[in-house]
């Protein structure tokens, strides 16, 4: 049985300020009766320290949003899976699309961090999805299966099991426009399949497949309670305690 994990992305939003003042109010709005349910919140770099002090003894975990596959070294502007570690992570997204597309990342690239934070105990969060022209290509299936193979590339039965991975399909990246609960239960459906031919049954039922794009209040139920969907990565709701709550409340319930 899976239980459901909701990660909140911020992207580059909220100076520290703003980073206490949204934490507080999930702290405070959030119910106890939310156990079914896993909350991730992923501030940017700034606002980890504060981030990580402030979720201390909550049952919120902190998570970042990139990192660089080094250890240490030369690479001005990057941040490393141990100092991640250091400040509090306990997750990190790898391969988002905005990542993907604005800065160039390969599924070579984000094989090297897949890598980089599974051997610093760090959980990633794995992104996949296409984009609108491919789907209307018909080549959905295709793409996704290749992000997963080359993305999971040396990566062992032992270390997927700390894996999440988050459908994402781009063209309902910010848009407003999700997928619709089928749309996203067939790909995802896909990918359990995926993952137990490259894996196990075992490995392919038990692992979190988020789905991600356009979440919001109005559409978690319908889309938690496909049976293939385990909680969503969540962007613009989530800078708004009261809709990110609504969604923890419908991965919870459903
Ligand atoms: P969105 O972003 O919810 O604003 O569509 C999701 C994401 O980028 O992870």
């Not at 992207?11 to 109010?25: F, G, H, V």
């Amino acid at each position: 049985m899976r239980n459901k994990v909701v990660a909140g992305n911020w992207k580059m939003n909220n100076d520290i300020n703003e980073s206490i003042n949204l934490i507080s109010a999930i702290k405070r709005d959030i119910t106890d009766s939310c156990t079914n349910v896993k909350v991730i919140i992923c501030p940017p770099f700034t606002s980890l320290d504060t981030a990580s002090t402030l979720l201390k003894n909550s049952n919120l975990f902190l998570g970042a949003q990139n990192l660089h596959f080094a250890e240490s070294g030369a690479y001005t502007g990057e941040i490393s899976a141990e100092m991640l570690k250091n400040v509090g992570c306990e997750y990190v997204i790898i391969g988002h699309s905005e990542r993907r597309t604005l800065f160039n990342e390969s599924d070579e690239l984000i094989n090297k961090k897949l890598i980089s934070a599974l051997a610093n105990n760090l959980f990633p969060i794995f992104c996949i999805g296409e984009t609108l022209e491919q789907r209307e290509k018909g080549i959905t299936f295709r793409v996704i299966e290749n992000q997963i193979k080359l993305g999971l590339k040396d990566i062992d039965s032992k270390e997927i099991k700390n894996c999440i991975i988050a459908y994402e399909p781009v063209w309902a990246i910010g848009t407003g426009k999700n997928a619709t609960p089928e749309q996203a239960e067939e790909v995802h459906s896909f990918l359990r399949a995926t993952l137990e031919n490259l894996y196990s049954k075992s490995i392919s039922d038990d692992i979190i497949i988020q789905y991600g794009g356009s979440v919001k209040p109005e559409n978690a139920k319908e889309l938690m309670q496909m049976p293939n969907i385990d909680g969503a990565l969540v962007g613009g709701a989530c800078l708004n305690s009261d809709s990110f709550i609504k969604i923890i409340e419908a991965a919870n319930k459903y």
